[in-house]
């Protein structure tokens, strides 16, 4: 069986420890690989060969640093189809999402940040007669990034991508859980030309690796995406010892139909904000909330088209959805859907295992889910699921739409669906959510800012909040 590697200092090596985990196939729910179960140890050699590098890299011209990101950004385009099977294998996403939406985002990401840090200016603030202030902004040093497993490679390379362009070195764990991507990475890396060092790459678990690489004292910066809780303990662990955090965390997101909207637009958009990826986006619509005057004519539309979506392995062509991550995973969503019958919800369609024909038939397999019924404030529609369930609830007036997206701990992004404009921005300014679409789902354009409010998280991703993130301001005053 194959074994996955770590990547430091720019070869693959075993564990120290010499330990491995099975990585297993949502698909099949057999196991098809092995990964290193690494420990501190591995995370100090791999500190040790970010701080060969660090003076290499950051002492390099930012052009020359540029091409090499570039490079990187067209080595996993070339290897596409590669890193596209990999990827679906690894995650259960069907491949044609992966080819649409994972890898070529990741693409994106390092070629943005790779031409952004050239187009990254500090600040400079004179004082007539008095003097100038300008603003060095350095890079940190050594950085880590982990990521979840819910689109791997795309938020790998989100956190990655900003790190090196900064200058910075970086010590990175994908999720035990989608190892794969993350993997190849290193092979593109060293065909780029990254000097060795730069990008370190460490699986196995997040209390072990993961909380290795955040307590290690000479990694100054932690770039965290995950759940809440595990966000609430990186950051009452490294706080103490004053590194930057940046932590995007869970969310709830509210998805507001209002009458006058597009209905068409929305139906079809909506389908996809709710089930896209088996609903394992942070940013999926999970709490769909429709004015009462078009609310029987959106249930009847909406469950019909979820009852029809066809669940399939991966390599189905015809596949809207996948498998959802893990047994575990596939086992707690299962649980939600208990909870809300006892709740007093009712399932409109969906709620259950998909058992496939062989070799699928151990698959983590849901039915898209639909449940109505439930209040806005109990636990189905305060916690985070993170799969292919939603709720629908009816709503009569603004304020009462607005207290119930607002009444979780979540405040990530939210869907807004009207064509009154003066209403959309009223609305737009009074949600809690760090990012807002109305009249639109998960359009991206990476300049903006990335991230959520309360328990969604602390700090910004994307454009130059995450080159600021990734390096020191230091102020300069020079007297006339
Ligand atoms: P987890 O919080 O379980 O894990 C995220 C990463 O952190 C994994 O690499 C994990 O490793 C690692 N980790 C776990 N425990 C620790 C620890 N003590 N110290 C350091 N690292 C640790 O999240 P999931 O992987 O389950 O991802 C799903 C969550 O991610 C959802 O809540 C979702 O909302 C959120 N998310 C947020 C996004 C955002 O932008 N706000 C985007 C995408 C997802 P391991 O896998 O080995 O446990």
Same mark, same amino acid.
């Given at each position: ?16 420890? #010499? ?35 660090? +003076? ?37 996403? +069907?491949?044609? /999402? ?22 990254? %200016? ?13 603003? /060095? ?23 990655? %991508? ?16 989608? +190892? ?18 730069? /990008? ?25 995406? #995950? ?9 009452? &662990? ?46 999926? #619509? ?57 709740? #007093?919800?009712?399932? /409109? ?18 039915? +898209? ?45 939210? &869907? ?65």
């Amino acid at each position: 069986m194959e074994k996955l590697q770590n990547f430091i200092d720019g070869n693959y090596c075993a564990p120290v420890e #010499g330990q491995y985990m099975d990585n297993f196939e949502p698909a099949t729910g057999k196991v098809y690989c092995q990964i290193p179960n690494s420990t501190a140890k591995d995370v100090e050699l791999a500190v040790i060969a970010a701080e060969k590098a660090y +003076p290499i890299w950051s002492g390099m011209s930012i052009d020359e640093r540029s091409k090499i990101m570039v490079k990187l950004s067209e080595g996993i385009e070339a290897r596409m189809d590669e890193f596209v099977k990999a990827e679906s294998r690894d995650n259960g996403k +069907p491949l044609s /999402l992966a080819a649409h939406v994972d890898i070529p985002r990741a693409v994106s990401n390092f070629h943005f940040f790779a031409t952004a840090i050239l187009h990254y %200016a500090s600040e400079s603030h004179n004082m007539e007669g008095v003097g100038v202030n300008y603003t /060095l902004r350095k890079p940190l040093g050594i950085v880590g990034c982990i990521s979840p497993w819910n689109l791997p490679l795309y938020l790998f390379s989100w956190k990655i %991508a900003p790190a090196l362009a900064a200058g910075n070195c970086v010590i990175a764990k994908p999720s035990e859980v989608t +190892p794969y991507t993350a993997y190849l990475l290193g092979k593109v890396a060293q065909e780029a030309g990254m000097p060795a060092g730069v /990008l370190n790459i460490l699986h196995g678990q997040g209390g072990a690796a993961g909380d290795a690489i955040v307590k290690h004292p000479k990694i100054k910066a932690i770039s965290f995406t #995950g759940g809440t809780q595990t966000g609430e303990y990186i950051a009452r &662990t490294a706080a103490p010892m004053f590194k930057k955090l940046s932590l995007e965390l869970g969310g709830k997101n509210p998805n507001i139909i209002f009458a006058d909207c597009d209905f068409k637009d929305m139906l079809s958009t909506t389908l996809r904000s709710s089930f896209a990826n088996q609903g394992q986006i942070c940013l999926c #619509g999970s709490r769909i909330f429709v004015e009462r005057s078009i609310y029987d004519k959106f249930k009847e539309e909406f469950v019909s088209r979820v009852a029809d979506t066809v669940v399939a392995h991966p390599d189905d062509p015809k596949a809207k959805l996948g498998a959802v991550v893990s047994k575990p995973h596939m086992e707690k969503v299962l649980s939600y859907v208990e909870l809300a019958k006892e709740e #007093g919800g009712t399932v /409109l369609t969906g709620g259950e295992r998909v058992i496939m024909d062989a070799p699928y038939e151990e698959g983590y397999y849901l039915r +898209p889910t639909v449940i109505e019924g439930l209040k806005f404030d109990c636990r189905t529609n305060q916690e985070e699921i993170f799969g292919p369930v939603v709720t629908i609830t009816p709503f009569d007036t603004e304020e009462e739409v607005l207290m119930m997206a607002n009444s979780t701990q979540y405040g990530l992004s939210a &869907t807004l669906w009207t064509s009154d404009l003066k209403r959309a921005h009223r609305m737009a300014d009074k949600i809690d959510a760090g990012i807002v679409w109305i009249n639109a789902w998960l359009v991206r354009d990476l300049r903006t800012p990335f991230g959520g409010v309360k328990a969604s998280g602390v700090g910004r991703e994307g454009g130059w909040e995450a080159l600021r993130f990734f390096t020191e301001p230091k102020n300069v005053f020079v007297k006339y």
